[in-house]
């Protein structure tokens, strides 16, 4: 008992240490500058957060890695770009994102990965080859080129008058709120309605589910199109905070995984801690060390694997 | 079966062999100590040990291939000896290291091309290269630089597998593919030590006992001398205690472990070894290129050499040769048959074909038509199936 204790508390000790260390230090030499990251850091996390819980929610159910999480990403932002180009609204872009990502999530998900049920490794290399495919497919629509999203008008231009930051964008911080809400509303569903209780239950056994008369095989489909979506959804996001180029599918999907591995998977909590994990240490590293912004977030995942090496929220499967 | 006759059936199988063995002192012509079990023709002959043990494994196919091999570059165009034959050689001996890893240990990894390209890198930056930037290459001789290079990418692999041996099965492939990505992010961001985006240029192969080793016949006996060599060490590794105890972790973890075995310690051992051999494919692979840039270890890259090496089939190493040979002709040749911008297209969907049709790749596809047209050998190692 006291062991343990005392293992927490230099856990502790040597995590918390450094980073009050280097809190310290960044707010007393500027403070503006601290308060801006960590704002950047919690925006980006948000954006992360959504992205990742839906291949948490993915992998927890279905024990599926799908690797083509980020070409659906890349998918949703592009269809949500081309709807936001045609009609201007940026909601029904937002829709559209979700729907085109969910229609294909559920079109692999029927067509291809319920036939080889319980074979991880090979359903893991479709979602790999189907990766590629998508990507290259989307390149050959979109061509290479950069593309921008606006941010809707009653959301573009900073707020003004906070303290200290004196302005900061609009639509970062509404990201905020988006993330928050996004999570609540996750929350809410498997939490509070009868399909979340299926899934969860599905997380924990799915035999069990299965024996219970549940249609296990629609609770997967569902739970795939809620999964893609979100991916989708992230895409209409990202498309306006990083804007969309071939090779963001990569950066999204190895973001879902840190975070995802970091968190713990199937648990969407997880995905939470470790999207905001990820999204500071991610700008922070940038603010300060910019050439070894990706070294932090390994040191995290090193750290995290040699401490919990199912994540933070994980459970032994 | 009663008692009896269990005896009588004893009884019967003993006289049989003591009349063997009586038959045995008996004058002969030659006294043969062979084993009655399993004639060998070559027991008799004076040879020495390894030409017997030699005479015993090769057969026609075998002795087919190795001549093709060996002149293969005096009929094939240089093109084809180093554009073709020469990538496929480097690019199916780090395939290799991951069918070793992934068919005979259980772990797919897709960090295999990260090991050849820290190796490839490592290479770069302690060797001589053409690099204008902040980084720039220390110049250590050849002989210096490329066992650095190798024990850097063993230690490196050995760290990529101690992180991720702590998860099992489908983990790993999402840890190593996070190893791989930050890699290559750390590798485009960071200009001090890795010359970011524009990596390293003009590294060539040295020139030893005055031959210039990047013309394309002597590379591609290079390739081959090296490629042949790592797929005999995992032909004999598989065979030797070590890879017998890798095959059983891979089939049962849980009882290798109750027996004894050191389950971590061997796994990590594997990637050591796949680290070395990936390692070797890395160097060979920055000598065809000339350079190293992030974009030779990007998600792209990654992927491919898990792609190669299902392509050819994971239950055996010829399969990642195989592959790579297929993969080379259609990324050289998919530009005549389609847009050169739509080869990932192309690769795509081969990959998802094979993964969907046949799982065991080429050679799956080949055992196949062997057991449908003639009397099938125990040519690949089998998985075993977990539920």
Known sequence: MTRSVRNRWLFWLLVGGPIAVFSIWAMVDNLRLYLLTLLNGLTLASLYFIVASGFTLVFGLMRNVNLA?????????????????????????????????AIAGLLIQVLILRHMQGQDMRQTMVTIGLSIVIADVLLWIFTAQVHQMEAPEWLQGPIR????????????????????????????????????????????????????????????????????????????????????????????????????????????????????????????????????????????????????????????? | MSAAHWRRAMNTGLAATSAAARQLPLPRAVATTA???????????????????????????????????????????????FQIAGQALALGLIAASLTFLGGYGGMVSLAQMTVAGIAGYMLAILGTSGAAGQAASLGWPWWVAIPFALVIATIAATLIGWLSVRTEGIYTIMITLAIGVAFYYLALQNYSVF?????????????????????????????????????????????????????????????????GYNVTAHRVAAYALAGLLAGVGGILLIWYNG?????????????????????????????????????????????????????????????????????????????????????????????????
């Not at chain 1, 659906?72 to 770009?81: D, S, T």
């Not at chain 1, 081309?82 to 085109?100: D, P, R, V, Y």
């Not at chain 2, 995992?234 to 070590?242: D, G, L, T």
């Open chain 2, 291 to 387: 350079l190293i840039t992030p974009n030779s270890v990007n998600t792209g890259w990654l992927i491919n050499v898990l792609v190669v090496a299902v392509l050819g089939g994971m239950r055996h190493p010829i399969g990642a040769f195989i592959g790579a040979i297929v993969f080379v002709l259609l990324q050289t040749f998919a530009i005549d048959v389609i847009d050169r911008e739509r080869f990932n297209l192309v690769i795509g969907v081969v990959f998802l074909a094979i993964v969907l049709f046949s799982p065991d790749g080429l050679l799956g596809l080949w055992a196949k038509l062997r057991s449908r047209f003639g009397p099938q050998a125990a040519l690949t190692s089998q998985p075993r199936r977990q539920a």
């Open chain 1, 161 to 317: 008058d906070i303290p200290i930051i004196r302005a900061y964008s609009a639509y970062r911080l509404s990201l905020l709120a988006f993330g928050i809400a996004i999570g609540v509303f996750l929350w809410w569903l498997l939490n509070r309605t009868k399909v979340g209780t299926m899934i969860r239950a599905g997380v924990d056994d799915r035999g069990m589910l299965a024996a219970a008369g549940v249609n296990v095989n629609l609770v997967f489909a569902v739970t795939f199109m809620l999964g893609a979506g979100l991916a989708g959804i992230g895409g209409v996001i990202g498309a306006v905070e990083l804007s969309m180029v071939p090779g963001e599918d990569t950066r999204l999907l190895l973001a879902s995984l840190v975070v995802v591995i970091v968190g713990g998977m199937g648990s969407v909590v997880g995905a939470a801690i470790g999207a905001v994990i990820l999204g500071l240490a991610e700008t922070y590293g940038l603010a300060y060390a910019p050439t070894y912004s990706v070294v932090f977030t390994f040191v995290i995942l090193v750290l995290v694997l040699a401490f919990r090496p199912r994540g933070i929220m994980g459970k032994a499967a």
């Open chain 1, 69 to 101: 999480h980020g070409s659906l990403y890349l998918l949703g932002g592009y269809i949500g770009f081309t709807i936001a180009e045609k009609t201007g609204w940026w909601l029904l872009a937002m829709a559209g994102g979700f729907l085109a990502a």
């Open chain 2, 35 to 81: 084993p009655a079990a399993t004639p060998d023709p070559y027991a008799d002959s004076d040879a020495p040990r390894w030409l017997k043990f030699l005479w015993r494994h090769l057969s026609a196919r075998h002795v087919f291939v190795l001549a093709f091999v060996l002149l293969y570059p005096f009929v094939a165009t240089p093109f084809f000896t």
């Open chain 2, 195 to 259: 010359n970011g985006f524009q990596g390293f240029q003009r590294v060539y192969p040295p020139v030893v006992f005055g031959i210039n080793w990047r013309d394309p016949v002597p590379f591609y006996f290079l390739a081959l001398a090296c490629s042949l060599a790592g797929y005999l060490l995992v032909k004999w590794v598989v065979r030797a205690p070590f890879g017998i105890a890798l095959q059983g972790i891979r089939d049962n973890p849980r009882r290798m472990h109750a027996l």
